[in-house]
Nanobody, 124 residues
Framework: QVQLVESGGGLVQAGGSLRLSCTASGRIPSNYAVAWFRQRPEKARELVAAISGSADVRYYADFLKGRFTFSRDNAKNTMVLQMNSLKPEDTAVYFC?????????????????WGQGTQVTVSS
């Protein structure tokens, strides 16, 4: 069973940067897809970024506008979301997740493994 733990959240002023990390206690197979989701106050959880399994294809949500970078280190069994030029609307709980689905790696309901979430608060 894969267990995921996020870290790196905190309070930052608008325009600042944060680096979120996700570490798996059980090794994530290289053919699993991985992703970051976020849930803003009073809003539904949404996909932030994802990396497919064997194809290693990256997806970024349109709202990122090139501000975030998602990287995966299979050797270290970690996932990192570098967030730059943060905006108040980026305030949310950020979750990392993994799925064994090769075809539905952009669909939230197909993700089986989730971290507990880490809070990111961006002040104006």
């Amino acid at each position: 069973q894969v267990q995921l733990v996020e870290s790196g959240g905190g309070l930052v002023q608008a325009g600042g940067s944060l680096r979120l990390s996700c570490t798996a206690s059980g090794r994530i197979p290289s053919n699993y897809a991985v992703a970051w989701f976020r849930q803003r106050p009073e809003k539904a959880r949404e996909l932030v970024a994802a990396i497919s399994g064997s194809a290693d294809v990256r997806y970024y949500a349109d709202f990122l506008k090139g501000r975030f970078t998602f990287s995966r280190d299979n050797a270290k069994n970690t996932m990192v979301l570098q967030m730059n030029s943060l905006k108040p609307e980026d305030t949310a709980v950020y979750f990392c997740a993994a799925t064994s689905s090769a075809s539905r790696w952009l669909t939230e309901t197909f993700y089986e493994y989730w971290g507990q979430g880490t809070q990111v608060t961006v002040s104006s």
